[in-house]
């Protein structure tokens, strides 16, 4: 156990719903970051917070998703309008800024399936 | 662009036998060096990591790696495998004079024959 959760582990739902994934990070660490990662690849980046500001985003991440990281502590992931293209794993991962040491630690991830 | 490329979909090493997992990589800037085991169901581990200094890095269970600048090769090793080692491993890289983003290998599945 990392110590960054995510919720829930698993979603499965309709081709056209939305869907909204948490992640919780290592409590002092102060960036937060989302992949997606499908069967037999890579993570994919998507976005990165730096406490609550959201300094960089993936082409990847289409006006369909949306993140946030409001009070800088927990982040949201939203999909809206899902299509059975984004069934992946999201993955949420964290890591302390400024210290030099770099590493991300990653949640167990969700696993999003779209009928 | 940056990009990390694993040449091996997967490796068979024999328990107790040496393992070598390969990557290499590109980046414009200097090269911050990761590399991840995945276990079914679970999420990334963190194993080690190169920033500076020396070429050989130590990390989590046994594992190491040899930075090459000159191959532009990052190779994970570990002198007697295990049976648990068994599972998927990544390579990833940041370029460390720009952003903050890692880029992954598409991984290589480690098998560990007893």
């Known amino acids: 156990d990392t110590g960054v959760s995510q919720d829930p582990r698993h979603k499965i739902t309709k081709r056209g719903q939305n869907v909204t994934f948490r992640c919780d990070p290592i409590?002092?660490?102060?960036?937060l970051y989302w992949y997606r990662q499908t069967l037999g690849q890579g993570p994919e980046f998507l976005t990165y917070?730096?406490?609550?500001?959201?300094?960089?985003k993936s082409r990847l991440l289409s006006d369909r998703f949306s993140a946030e990281r409001p009070k800088g502590s927990f982040s949201t992931l939203e999909i809206q309008r899902t299509e059975q293209g984004d069934s992946a794993m999201y993955l949420c991962?964290?890591?302390?800024?400024?210290?030099?040491?770099?590493?991300?630690?990653f949640g167990p991830g969700t696993r999003l399936t779209v009928t | 662009a940056q990009s990390v490329a694993q040449p091996e979909d997967q490796v068979n090493v024999a328990e107790g036998n040496p393992l070598t997992v390969k990557c290499t990589y590109s980046?414009?800037?200097?090269?911050?060096l990761f590399w991840y085991v995945q276990y079914p169901n679970r999420g990334l581990q963190f194993l080690l990591k190169?920033?500076?200094?020396d070429n050989l890095v130590k990390g989590s269970y046994g594992f190491e790696a040899e930075f090459n600048k000159s191959q532009t090769s990052f190779h994970l090793k570990k002198p007697s495998a295990l049976v648990s080692d068994s599972a998927l491993y990544f390579c990833?890289?940041?370029?460390?004079?720009?952003?903050?983003?890692?880029?992954w290998g598409a991984g290589t599945k480690l098998i560990i024959k007893p």
């Open positions: 991962a964290s890591s302390l800024g400024g210290t030099g040491t770099y590493e991300q630690y």
């Open positions: 409590s002092e660490h102060n960036r």
């Open positions: 917070f730096q406490n609550e500001a959201q300094l960089e």
């Open positions: 980046v414009s800037g200097n090269p911050y």
């Open positions: 190169y920033i500076t200094g």
């Open positions: 990833a890289v940041r370029d460390g004079d720009s952003n903050y983003q890692l880029i």
